[in-house]
């Protein structure tokens, strides 16, 4: 029985083995995790897919392979004893994207195995191409030199070859396809090179989560052109119902009554009446998420995590502040899931938990949009009848998708959310 690499969630396409938590002669438990490995924004655990024996790990911890991949081999409980594997070399990618070398043993892999390892096998600086737009170019013809690819870095996607095929793109011969794979004989330009530390300098080794963040993050800048737009919010009541509020609610809850719930709900409501905001960019589509689950930003020592309320548009203030309070609290404490962190449609970030008064945040992909709350200072501002107060403000930053928004949507959005910010004050919202 062949263990693959599992899809690790929306958009990931690859994974890191932190840790082998088995070793080959094991006898393991359907659902016994046997490993660890590392997501961009969490540590998930891969489960044994049935009752059995662990025959051998193919794959060596802290390398990074594709969804897919052949990371293991078990003996199902029942099943004839087979024939010990034979010896073969496997190349995985480290957390950088490089070839590195393993040798594991290997049982005869399936045509997918075969692949998957074809495609990690080619030499340092080649194209790489995933099993799928391989097998799609060599069906129709394609040649993937003659491809400019959308995905990271400029690899070509699935998308891009079905837009090729689409519009009756380039063709080529069968033998130009299989020569498609191998590196271009032009010398492409080398990389500026790292800077070399000081002796006096500390150096801090990037781990698998962070060198997953900067990729995560480059690909957003890669991918989606982004604009942003802020606004300020006078805030003045909901400080006060906060204020008046605040004891009761830790007295009857157990947990403090922060801003972050009344942002949320201010944005779920604005999110219903301008349901293009709750949408990702699909290539030759735009999908509307029907769905609102509300992804916020939690930073801890090391990283940041980004979980998801569910369907936060059906939960009231007292119950998004319970959501926000247990999630953060797992956030901190390296226990999310990949439930907790999957199916997210738009992103809150409370910058203002910092200080921050102006914020232009990179989106989290493949979402539309992103927006951070900033810190609330007590301003003076002129009022209608040019009279001077001092109130509460607070400024909103919205970083948008520019292929999926516009400035007038986007600025509407905000007005609804603003809007809906300033009507919070005593007596105008129930908790419950």
């Known amino acids: 029985m062949q263990i693959l690499m599992p899809q690790l969630g929306e958009s990931v396409t690859e994974g890191t083995i932190g840790k082998w938590l088995v070793k080959p002669g094991d006898a393991v438990k359907k659902y016994q995790p046997i490993a660890e490995v590392i997501t961009d924004k969490v540590n998930a655990e891969i489960p044994a897919p049935a009752d059995g024996t662990i025959t051998s790990l193919e794959v060596q911890e802290g390398t990074t392979h594709s969804v897919g991949t052949l990371i293991a081999t078990m003996q199902a409980a029942g099943e004839a004893p087979t024939a010990a594997p034979a010896t073969a070399p496997v190349t995985a990618t480290t957390g950088g994207g490089a070839p590195a070398g393993a040798t594991a043993n290997a049982p005869a892999q399936t045509a997918q195995a075969k692949a998957v390892t074809a495609v990690l096998e080619r030499p340092a600086g080649g194209a790489r191409y995933s099993p799928a737009v391989m097998k799609l170019a060599q069906e129709n013809g394609l040649d993937l030199s003659r491809i400019s690819g959308t995905g990271l870095g400029g690899r070509i996607t699935r998308k891009d070859v079905e837009a090729v095929i689409a519009t009756g793109g380039p063709a080529a011969p069968a033998q130009e396809v299989e020569a498609a794979a191998r590196p271009a004989p032009t010398t492409a330009p080398a990389p500026a090179p790292a800077p070399a530390p000081l002796a006096a300098d500390q150096v801090i080794p990037v781990d698998a989560v962070r060198r997953r963040i900067a990729e995560k993050m480059s690909q957003s800048k890669h991918e989606a052109p982004h604009a942003w737009t802020m606004m300020h919010v006078d805030v003045t009541g909901l400080v006060k119902l906060k204020e008046q509020m ?187």
């Open 246 to 432: 605040g004891d009761e609610f830790k007295r009857r809850e157990g947990v403090s009554l922060s801003y972050v719930p009344f942002f949320i709900k201010a944005v779920v409501e604005s999110l219903k009446e301008y349901p293009i905001i709750n949408a990702q960019w699909a290539g030759d589509s735009i999908i509307i998420k029907k769905d609102i689950n509300i992804s916020i930003a939690v930073a801890t020592d090391t990283a940041l995590a980004v979980p998801v309320i569910k369907n936060a548009d059906r939960l009231s203030i007292a119950g998004l502040n319970h959501a926000v309070a247990e999630l953060a609290g797992r956030a901190r404490a390296g226990k999310l899931t990949l439930d907790d962190i999957s199916g997210g449609t738009f992103t809150v970030n409370n910058t203002g938990y910092f200080g921050s008064f102006m914020s232009a945040p990179i989106i989290n992909h493949p979402q539309a949009a992103i927006l951070s709350f900033e810190a609330i200072t007590k301003t003076p501002v002129v009022l209608e009848n040019d009279a001077i107060a001092i109130r509460s403000m607070m400024n909103i930053c919205m970083s948008l998708d520019h292929r999926i928004l516009d400035g007038l949507v986007s600025g509407r959005f905000l007005q609804a959310v603003k809007a809906r910010l300033e009507s919070y004050k005593p007596g105008t919202i129930t908790l419950y």
